[in-house]
């Protein structure tokens, strides 16, 4: 396993028959899952949940980030894009327009993937760090763009978003309902990409990332295999992005800036490249190292650069890579 | 002559020429990176970042050391050049076997904790660096004036990529180079040490953003933050030219420089963009770039 | 276990020069329960660092601990890095407010972080005193009778400027603007006194931000056009490429003039007079406009580490100080239960401190203080690192800001 080529090395390959159970997980992982819902429901009990909130928005848009480089082997570094454009076009159709909350989130995920639509069909065209290098300059294009559109409000960005009442009937001021939103959110999202992943569809994506003549001499046809992912992480992206803006009730150009592609492939790296559970585990690491990092000042992006070099070279499976390949279980 | 598409000549003639330094300074950029890709197949993110220290080396050679330009010259992209050969055999070397994304998260990182470390040192607001006495002034070309300054830059970006050009063509040193990317353990077979050839090529690249970054220190603001929007440009540029041959990132680099230059007349608010959307363009209709090989 | 306060409240006694200047607490005097808690939240790690993080911070310090020593009244100081992310600075004032008893946010440069925990603040009932925020919309159509913006705005710069050279006969005039909102705004408000001035806009390039390294193209169109002066709409690393290219292209030896819109004290510095002599800008504060500010750089400079005394120290320090007065004056148990109340006395009561002498706060929340021109100073004329600019004009308090009709804020009755 040591010394293969693919991104994806500390996940252990699972095209070959595995014992399934509901929904395509295995034993180790309907545990893992269990303990995951057991968080969401007794997390905001002990922690706090706009902070728990934040965590599922990013833990949902390293999950959407997976679904491309952990299956695909595609490494996306302009992630930001779809993530911030969810976000913006949910703030702009939930305050200027008076969406209800579900409607916003919808519209900016589907905005996000039709802005996938068009990166995609362009960035497929080239594998590996092609692939990185395109999808980073198209970002940085939305980017510029956001920058100067109107809507956006440029550097003050979309304040005052209204969190509104869920199908118009349930309100969503109080922390603790949107919580369970948020988090229904989240899991449905998680459920569903699991289901991709494990759908016949989803094993030619795997059969794509192992070996991609060898798809599509079997008759594959591959670009439309990737750019169909490519479409449904961008979306699920733009879920989250949305998502995290009605939270917080803000839409700014954080969310779109090239930094914060950096941070979610930092999160699924930390947590482990290819695996389930690992982009939660990463967001999760990396959302509370910021928290604590509020008063470590200026030294927060060399952390982060730290904890890049220190994954590559040493950690590549990841946490939940290594716990896995500990457990002797693939998690 | 005096009107193009209505805009007065003098004017589109300043602008190709200041279209072509940008190039220039593109052209630099994705030389460094063109040869470090070549031979190590790593995308190096942290090339802005190295852009970066070249320009502060400068300014520390001169506050600290009294070293004025022209020894900074020569002896920042050596300095760069070294901590770019520990870069190498401490983290890169380790990564050659892996999937080539692992160098590209790898150096990503490097670019974070480099900008992260010069921003705690120095700050963000940017240091002085005066123009040198010799080159300050300007030429009246009749149509405009052109800084001296300017002019320097762009014959040293000329001779730079040349020099480049022949040694790794024309010369033995440059046979091997090739014959290493081609089939490293071949060449490794006939007796030359391909990792120590491999260090020292990174070290090369990381010098030449180091030149990049003293000639640009005296116009462009130096501050931790100077090489991260350049770098992103010189990626499209990269994709734009494919990284196949080094003749070609040049080429793209000095003429997407001149399309900049002639977008920031005709239209300047789509000027930031109109590089990535000749990226987008060339993507569709050739996959491997203007040069690349597929 | 991100959010216990043992990661944002530091037992710290007063940090040591060097230590964790950000964790400091000033404790004076028996204070009576609690401490008064201050959150001073900026930009420890990006763009704004300079100007604001730690300087901002040894501004409400200082403050605290004169007004501990004077009244004994416990205050204590802590500080946050939002790392110019809002939705980090909307966490950390969150739990600042729920969790570790904090009664007031102060600084916050980045409008986007400001506006978002200007609403925090309001929701919670507390109290905001932007001392960092620059954004007309902080006391505009996005005001908070909760908020109160101490030391600038941009209307105040473009007014100072504006105004001021077409007066001393400057009157043509051409920008050359970051094409976002902020850049577009900048113009517009300093066209329109231009103008009323009696002076002409000729003409404006648009740049794209934050793309843009190379000026040399927009100011040849600049140039190109002829105008007395050149309006730089811009701030940062931006402003400080277009100076040296102007230098460069030789602009400022055809007798034209620069007026820089957002450009403070750092910026001068981090040019360097050579490079940065004769260009203009408007600030609220100068270390050596008078006695009573020399006086204050003096007693501030200890917490600086040889950072100059600039507008953000000084905005933090008056900002904070009057916000103590008000909540003595209110009781700090009425205080901390409303932070409305305690800015409806900051706005009753008139203001005075060494760094900008006496002054009032406007119903909108705006502190109405003079627009200073000042002019950087040649090589020759500086008689130290920090003696750099000197005073040209000066703009009124009551006319440097924006008219109470003209900013839309909701709750003001006009």
Request: net charge neutral; with cysteine.
């Amino acid at each position: 396993m040591a010394d293969t080529t693919s991104i994806t090395a500390g996940a252990i390959p699972d095209v070959a028959q595995e014992a399934h159970g509901a929904w395509g997980f295995s034993r180790a992982q309907l545990a893992g899952l269990v303990i995951l819902i057991t968080i969401l429901v007794v997390g905001p009990f002990v922690l706090y949940p706009v902070f728990l909130m934040k965590l599922l928005c990013f833990a949902l848009f390293a999950c959407a980030f997976n679904l491309l480089i952990g299956y695909v082997g595609l490494l996306s570094f302009g992630h930001a894009a779809y993530f911030g454009m969810g976000g913006y076009l949910a703030g702009y159709t939930a305050k200027s327009l008076g969406f209800t909350p579900e409607l916003a989130i919808i519209t900016g995920g589907v905005t996000a993937g039709l802005l996938g639509v068009v990166a995609g069909w362009i960035a497929i065209r080239r594998q590996g760090i092609y692939f990185a290098m395109i999808t980073l300059a198209l970002a940085q294009m939305v980017y510029f763009f956001c920058v100067q559109a109107p809507f956006t409000g440029g550097e003050d960005g979309i304040q005052a978003i209204p969190r509104g009442s869920l199908l118009g009937v349930v309100p969503l001021d109080r922390d603790m309902s949107m919580y369970w939103v948020v988090a229904g959110i989240f899991l449905a999202c998680f459920l569903l990409i699991h289901r991709i992943i494990h759908s016949p569809y989803g094993m030619v994506l795997k059969s794509i990332r192992e070996n991609e003549p060898r798809a599509t001499s079997l008759g594959y046809r591959t670009d439309d295999y990737k750019l169909m992912a490519f479409i449904l992480s961008a979306t699920l992206a733009g879920v989250a992005g949305a998502t995290k803006s009605l939270v917080f009730g803000i839409a700014t150009l954080t969310d779109v800036h090239w930094s914060m592609s950096g941070e979610v492939v930092l999160m699924t790296l930390v947590g482990g490249l290819g695996t389930v559970f690992g982009p939660v585990v990463g967001a999760a690491v990396i959302v509370t190292m910021q928290n604590y990092l509020a008063e470590m000042g200026a030294w927060v992006t060399v952390i982060q650069g730290v904890i890049f070099v220190a994954c590559v070279l040493a950690f590549r499976r990841g946490l939940i890579g290594e716990l896995g390949a500990l457990l002797k279980v693939k998690l | 002559m005096d009107d193009i598409f209505g805009i007065p000549a003098p004017l589109l003639f300043g602008q190709l020429l200041l279209g072509l330094i940008n190039g220039a300074f593109y052209a630099m950029l994705s030389l460094g990176l063109a040869v470090i890709f070549g031979l190590l197949n790593i995308v190096n993110m942290a090339h802005g970042a190295q852009f970066m220290m070249g320009a502060f080396a400068a300014w520390m050679l001169l506050a600290w050391g009294g070293i004025g330009y022209w020894w900074a010259l020569i002896l920042a992209p050596i300095i760069v050049g070294i901590t770019g050969v520990i870069m190498e055999k401490l983290f890169i070397s380790k990564l050659y076997k892996l999937d080539h994304l692992y160098g590209l998260l790898l150096t990503f990182g490097l670019a974070l904790i480099i900008e992260g470390v010069f921003r705690n040192e120095f700050g963000s607001s940017g240091l002085p660096y005066r123009i040198p006495p010799e080159l300050s002034g300007a030429w009246d070309l009749g149509f405009m004036f052109m800084p001296v300054y300017r002019g320097w830059v762009v014959i040293a970006a000329l001779i730079l990529c040349l020099a480049t050009w022949l040694m790794i063509e024309k010369t033995r040193l440059g046979a091997y180079l090739r014959a290493a990317t081609e089939n490293a353990a071949l060449v490794q077979a006939f007796g030359v040490n391909v990792p120590r050839m491999i260090t020292l090529t990174y070290g090369f690249g990381v010098a030449l953003a180091a030149v990049g970054g003293v000639l640009a220190a005296p116009i462009y603001s130096v501050n931790p933050q100077m090489g991260s929007n350049l770098i992103i440009v010189v990626f499209a540029v990269v994709v734009i030219g494919g990284m196949g041959s080094i003749l070609g990132s040049v080429l793209t680099g000095f003429a997407l420089g001149i399309v900049e230059g002639l977008t920031k007349v005709f239209w300047p608010e789509a000027s930031a963009t109109v590089i990535f959307v000749i990226m987008a363009i060339v993507l569709l209709a050739r996959p491997a770039g203007l040069f690349g090989r597929a | 276990m991100a959010i216990r306060r043992r990661a944002l409240l530091g037992t710290a006694a007063l940090a040591a020069p060097g230590g964790l200047p950000w964790r400091a607490r000033a404790q004076g005097g028996q204070g009576q329960g609690a401490p008064i808690r201050i959150g001073v939240l900026t930009d420890m790690s990006g763009p704004y660092r300079d100007l604001t993080g730690p300087s901002s911070l040894a501004g409400a310090r200082q403050a605290a601990e004169e007004f501990s020593a004077a009244t004994g009244l416990a205050v204590e100081v802590i500080a946050g890095d939002h790392q110019n992310k809002p939705d980090v600075g909307v966490n950390i004032a969150r739990q600042w407010f729920d969790r570790d008893g904090v009664d007031m946010i102060a600084d916050l440069p980045n409008s986007a972080v400001a506006l978002a925990v200007s609403q925090v603040a309001r929701e919670k009932n507390k109290v905001v005193v932007g001392s960092g925020v620059g954004s007309t919309a902080f006391t505009g159509a996005q005001c908070s009778p909760n908020s109160v913006q101490f030391t600038y705005d941009t209307y105040m710069l473009a007014k100072g400027t504006g105004d001021a050279l077409v007066k001393q006969g400057s009157d043509t005039w051409f920008f050359v603007t970051a094409d976002y909102a902020f850049g577009h705004a900048l113009q517009a408000d300093t066209a329109r006194f231009v103008e009323a001035a009696g002076g002409k806009v000729l003409g404006a390039a648009r740049y794209p931000f934050p793309a843009t390294t190379d000026f040399s193209s927009f100011l040849l169109q600049a140039q190109a056009a002829r105008p007395k002066v050149i309006g730089f709409a811009n701030a940062g690393a931006d402003l400080v490429n277009c100076i040296k290219q102007a230098r460069e292209f030789g602009l400022a030896r055809q007798g034209l003039k620069f007026a820089c819109l957002l450009m403070t004290v750092v910026d001068t510095l981090s040019l360097g007079l050579p490079e940065a002599q004769g260009l203009l800008m408007t600030e609220s504060f100068y270390w050596d406009l008078n006695p009573r500010t020399r006086a204050f750089a003096d007693r501030v400079k200890g917490k600086l580490q040889g950072r100059i005394v600039n507008a953000s120290c000084a905005g933090n320090y008056g900002g904070t100080l009057h916000y103590l007065k008000a909540v003595q004056s209110l009781g700090p148990g009425p205080a901390r239960a409303s932070g409305l109340a305690v800015v409806e006395r900051m706005k009753a009561m008139p203001c005075d401190d060494d760094a900008f002498g006496p002054g009032r706060i406007r119903e909108d929340g705006r502190k109405l203080t003079p627009g200073y021109l000042f002019q950087v100073k040649a090589p020759g004329e500086s008689t130290g690192p920090f003696d750099v600019h000197k005073l040209i004009a000066t703009t009124p308090a009551e006319s440097a800001a924006r008219p109470l009709a003209e900013g839309g804020c909701p709750f003001v009755k006009t």
